[in-house]
C-alpha cells in the first residue's frame, strides 16, 4: 500500500475507539494480528487501498466489534483490503475483484436460471449495486466486515438479486430446491431403500418442500449444505450466535420433514403406513441429505 504510516497498530488504535483501543493495547498478540492484516492488505500491490484508509477502516470495524481481539484473529483481511479498495475506485481492484469474485458467480447463478444472459444481467446489476457511487450512502462494499470470504459475502447479495429478478420474470422458486440438488452432500443419504418407481415421488415432493420455505430460509440451507459453511461463519453474516442459528437450521429441517411428508402424501395416494415408512427412512438424516436425497436427478 502506498503512503504506508510508520506504525500501524497506533493508526488503527486512533479509529477504534477508546474502549476497544485499551482492550487492544491489553491484549498479548493485537499488535502482531494487525501487522499481519496491514501486511494482507499490502500484498495486494497496485490493488490495494491506501495504508490510512485502511488502517481507519479497519479501526472502525474493530471499534463495533463485541471482541476485537476475536475478530483480528478471525478476519479476512486481505477480502477486507480488496473490498475498500474497490470502494475507493482502485482500477486494479476492481479487476481482481471481476477475477476473483464475479466470474465464480456464473455456476451458481446458472443454477438458479440457465440463461446466459440472465446472469449476464444479474452481474451487471450487482456490479452497479456494488460498484457504482451513492450520493446518499457509502458503497455497499463498505459493509463488508471481513468475517468471512468476500466471496461468499457477495454470492449472498448474488443469490438474493437472482432470485428476485427470477421472480420478477413469474418464475417459481422450485430452482432453489435444485440448487441444493446439484451439489451432493458426502455422506448424502442413498436412495436405494426406496423401491425405484418411487424416487421420482421423493425428489418432486422434497423439491416441493424446499419451494416452500422463504428465501431466508433456503438462503440459510443453501449456505450451510452447498456452500459448506460452518455454523460459526454463518452466525457472523447473519449476526446470530452459533447455537441460535444451529436452532433454526433444526427448525427448518423440522419444517422440511412435515411438508415432504404432505406432498407426498399428496402425491402416492400410499397408505398411511406406506408414507411413515419412507418418512423414518429421511426423518433424522435430512442435515446429510439435503443435497444426497436428490442426488440421483431424472
Not at 482492550?23 to 501486511?39: I, K, Q
Not at 490493488?47 to 463495533?64: I, K, M
Not at 442413498?190 to 424446499?210: I, Q, T
Not at 412435515?258 to 426423518?283: F, G, H, N, W, Y
Request: net charge neutral; with cysteine; proline share 5%.
Amino acid at each position: 500500500m502506498h503512503g504506508a504510516d510508520s506504525e500501524p497498530f497506533d493508526a488503527v488504535l486512533r479509529s477504534a475507539g477508546e474502549l476497544s483501543a485499551a482492550r487492544l493495547r491489553e491484549s498479548p498478540g493485537a499488535r502482531e494480528a494487525v501487522a499481519r492484516a496491514v501486511s494482507e492488505a499490502t500484498a495486494l500491490g497496485v490493488a490495494a487501498p491506501e495504508s490510512r484508509s485502511f488502517a481507519r477502516h479497519l479501526g472502525a470495524l474493530l471499534a463495533r466489534a463485541a471482541d476485537p481481539r476475536l475478530t483480528l484473529e478471525r478476519l479476512h483481511s486481505r477480502d477486507l483490503a480488496l473490498a475498500l479498495a474497490c470502494a475507493e475506485g482502485v482500477p486494479a481492484a476492481r479487476a481482481l475483484l471481476e477475477q476473483e469474485v464475479f466470474r465464480e458467480l456464473h455456476v451458481p447463478l446458472s443454477r438458479i436460471h440457465p440463461s446466459p444472459m440472465f446472469v449476464d444481467e444479474v452481474l451487471q446489476v450487482l456490479r452497479a449495486n456494488l460498484l457504482m457511487p451513492r450520493t446518499d450512502a457509502p458503497s455497499r462494499l463498505l459493509g463488508y466486515a471481513g468475517s468471512g470470504p468476500l466471496l461468499h459475502w457477495v454470492s449472498i447479495s448474488a443469490v438474493r438479486l437472482a432470485l428476485r429478478m427470477r421472480k420478477a420474470l413469474g418464475d417459481e422458486s422450485l430452482v432453489d430446491a435444485e440448487v441444493l440438488a446439484a451439489h451432493p452432500a458426502p455422506g448424502g443419504l442413498e436412495l436405494g431403500f426406496v423401491r425405484e418407481e418411487a424416487r421420482g415421488h421423493v425428489r418432486a415432493a422434497f423439491v416441493r418442500a424446499v419451494a416452500s420455505l422463504d428465501d431466508e430460509d433456503r438462503e440459510l440451507l443453501r449456505l450451510h449444505f452447498v456452500e459448506r459453511l460452518s455454523l460459526e461463519r454463518m452466525g457472523a453474516l447473519f449476526g446470530l450466535h452459533k447455537s441460535t442459528l444451529s436452532r433454526r437450521l433444526s427448525a427448518v429441517q423440522s419444517l422440511l420433514e412435515k411438508r415432504t411428508r404432505r406432498a407426498l402424501t399428496e402425491r402416492l395416494s400410499l397408505p398411511e403406513p406406506e408414507v411413515d415408512s419412507l418418512m423414518r427412512a429421511i426423518q433424522g438424516r435430512l442435515d446429510l441429505s439435503l443435497s444426497g436425497l436428490l442426488e440421483a436427478r431424472p
